[in-house]
């Protein structure tokens, strides 16, 4: 079955470290790419997506991720974290060939920046 | 942007009552509207997919007589949970493509707690 993992379930760092975390998908196909952030109590909120082109994707507030097809991965970058980069981090793929483009979500990194 | 407006936010029931969520697109026509259920520390699993005039289409293992989902018109998605159970307490979330971006745009959730 098409799956999305990422491997880090909770990270903790202090301000200013650097931060990547990790996405990988199972399909095989042609795929576009997501990640969201769910801030304490939010919704939500689209932080960067690819779809073609230059696999190295950059969002908003200083996030980045790199599409490597070879390794199935897009892992989320930021160099240097911020207290209130604190929030729920969450990979997702659309899978194409299937009759309806379904958003398949990763299990989620919960993220801690420590002041 | 986009918006998805998502109400109830937070909701009690007694078992065996039902209860209606609406996800409402504010400023954009979603054609497909999308319904995720989140269990706490869990990812989003994507419940059903409602395309609007037409049936819902549901995600294998998700009872569609319990959980029925109607999208009568490009701009409102129901989702009524039918004779809640204690079990169906969870954090529901719809989201809606369309809108700037080609993604999708998240709702804030519904808390359903059934008592």
């Known amino acids: 079955a098409q799956s999305v993992s990422q491997h880090n379930h909770h990270v903790i760092l202090s301000e200013a470290a650097s931060l990547e975390l990790g996405c990988n998908y199972s399909y095989g196909g042609t795929v576009n790419l997501f990640w969201y952030v769910q801030y304490p109590g939010q919704h939500l909120q689209l932080l960067l997506k690819y779809f073609s082109g230059d696999p190295l994707v950059k969002g908003i507030k200083g996030f980045e991720a790199e599409f490597i097809k070879s390794k199935f991965s897009f892992n989320l970058r930021k160099p240097s974290v911020q207290w209130s980069d604190t929030a729920e981090y969450f990979c997702?793929?659309?899978?194409?060939?299937?009759?309806?483009?379904?958003?398949?979500f990763g299990t989620g990194t919960l993220l801690a920046v420590q002041p | 942007g986009a918006v998805v407006s998502q109400h109830p936010s937070r909701v009690i029931c007694k078992s065996g009552t039902s209860v209606k969520i609406e996800c409402r697109s504010l400023d954009f026509q979603a054609t497909t509207m999308f319904w995720y259920r989140q269990f706490p520390k869990q990812s989003l699993m994507l419940m059903a997919t409602?395309?609007?005039?037409?049936?819902?289409?549901?995600e294998q293992g998700v009872e569609k007589d319990k959980f029925l989902i109607n999208h009568a018109s490009l701009t409102l998605s129901t989702l009524t949970v039918t004779s809640a159970h204690p079990e169906d307490s969870s954090f529901y979330i719809c989201s809606a493509r369309g809108g700037q971006h080609y993604g999708y745009t998240f709702g804030s959730g519904t808390r359903l707690t059934v008592v």
């Open positions: 997702a793929v659309i899978p194409y060939g299937g009759a309806t483009n379904k958003l398949i």
């Open positions: 409602s395309n609007e005039g037409s049936k819902a289409t549901y």
